[in-house]
């Protein structure tokens, strides 16, 4: 009964965030507040500002993440839990060109749809050994950019630490 509560819940929210009006300049996605530990190692500074002009990664790591709901909602409770993290090395081309592309400008009414996106937390390491958590370029609705999520789904990534 608990958990169908929480659910009622979660749709509602989603619901009423997916009808909302929206206007203007799509947002840069800032790197979510949840932790992994692969990344957080790697850099503590997350990002508003998108990849800087003359940054050239030599090798990545994302975390994988899934929406949990927690026993006792409490304030540092974000309902996502990370599940794993991944290395790629490279070629890196697209994922900088789609990381380097302005937000679209959007006109008029938006409907967003009402959909859960977890959170993409990506650590890029430039040849000497600097880290940057970058912003990534995004929809009005709080997605990341198609081309953002094609370079990041085509890159060869190798686990490296998974939650126990």
């Keep these: ?17 997916g009808c909302s009006n929206v206007s203007g ?15 957080d190692r ?7 500002d998108p990849l800087p002009a003359d940054f050239r990664p030599v090798a ?3 975390c994988t993440f899934r929406l949990t709901l927690p026993q006792s909602a409490g304030p540092s409770s ?10 790629a090395t490279g070629p890196f081309d697209d994922l900088v060109r789609a990381l380097r592309l302005p937000p679209p400008e959007t006109t008029g009414d938006l409907v967003c749809p ?3 996106v977890t959170p993409v937390l990506l650590a890029l390491t430039d040849a000497s050994g600097n880290t940057v958590l970058p912003a990534l370029p ?8 198609t081309e953002v999520q094609s370079a ?9 630490d998974r939650q126990r």
């Excluded at 300049?25 to 990344?39: I, M």
Aim: glycine content about 6%; proline content about 7%.
């Design 1 to 17: 009964m608990r958990m169908r509560r929480i659910g009622v819940v979660l749709v509602a929210v989603l619901a009423v965030a």
């Design 25 to 39: 300049h799509a947002p840069y996605l800032t790197q979510p507040a949840v932790a992994c530990p692969a990344v």
């Design 42 to 48: 790697l850099a503590g500074q997350r990002s508003a």
């Design 60 to 62: 990545a790591v994302r």
């Design 78 to 87: 974000s309902g996502l839990t990370w599940t794993a993290a991944q290395r």
């Design 114 to 116: 009402a959909v859960i």
């Design 138 to 145: 995004g929809t009005v609705c709080r997605t990341p950019l």
């Design 152 to 160: 990041l789904d085509a890159l060869p990534w190798v686990e490296i």
